[in-house]
């Protein structure tokens, strides 16, 4: 079937304005992860869902980030009150949440710039 | 402070050779590593994996050495392919409650030249 899928591919924003990003994760995954890639850096863990236990946010930067995942499959990833600090690429994960070792797969993300 | 560390931005190898990837490691609890590759405009694809309790994983023209002592661990390509150039990003785990948080290092672009 079909990869995780990301939307929008691009997106271009003012700052102080409100985005949100959407992640489609691979069917019959119950694990979800979002993740960032700022310029010239590696990937930063940002927020985790697992079925229906509460999501770890404890990579989330700040309070303007929040993330929501409706139904067990799409997530939305919301920043609200956008700084430039914020352009970055967002990365979405999915896995099978399976014991031992467990490969996430990409999206192939959303590049966010923040003018 | 960076807990994986790829301190090669770069590296350009010729078709055929070999290329050597490195990472190294802060965190001791680390005991799962990974390493993922990247195309332009494509999410990092999972390449191939080892547990701490091994020293080598292969998989055709991948193979994986952790050295646990050092903390490092490397990506041997042979032969390399100019389809394998792209971004390689070493990943790390700890097992336990956080399991699935990945720490990534920040990349070694490959260049395999024809």
């Known amino acids: 079937g079909a990869g995780v899928s990301q939307s929008p591919s691009n997106k271009v924003t003012e700052k102080g304005k409100d985005v949100e990003l959407r992640c489609d994760p691979i069917s019959g995954h119950t694990a979800l992860y979002w993740y960032r890639q700022s310029l010239g850096q590696g990937l930063e863990f940002l927020i985790y869902?697992?079925?229906?236990?509460?999501?770890?946010k404890s990579g989330l930067p700040s309070d303007r980030f929040s993330a929501e995942r409706t139904g067990g499959s799409v997530s939305t990833l919301t920043i609200q009150r956008t700084q430039q600090e914020d352009s970055a690429v967002y990365l979405c994960a999915s896995s099978l949440a399976l014991a031992g070792t467990d490969t996430q797969y990409f999206g192939p993300g959303t590049r966010l710039t923040v003018l | 402070d960076q807990q994986v560390k790829q301190n090669s931005p770069s590296l350009s190898v010729q078709e055929g050779r070999i290329s050597i990837l490195n990472c190294d490691y802060t965190?001791?609890?680390?005991?799962?590593f990974l390493w993922y590759k990247k195309y332009p405009a494509e999410g990092p694809t999972f390449l191939i994996s080892?547990?701490?309790?091994?020293d080598k994983n292969e998989d055709g023209r991948f193979t994986v050495f952790l050295n646990k002592s050092a903390k490092h661990l490397s990506l041997h390509i042979v032969p390399s392919q100019p389809g394998d150039s792209a971004v390689y990003f070493c990943a790390a785990s700890a097992r336990g409650g956080s399991n699935y948080k990945l720490t990534f290092g920040k990349g070694t672009l490959l260049t395999v030249n024809p």
């Open positions: 080892i547990s701490s309790i091994k």
């Open positions: 965190n001791s609890m680390f005991d799962y």
């Open positions: 869902f697992q079925g229906n236990s509460a999501p770890d």
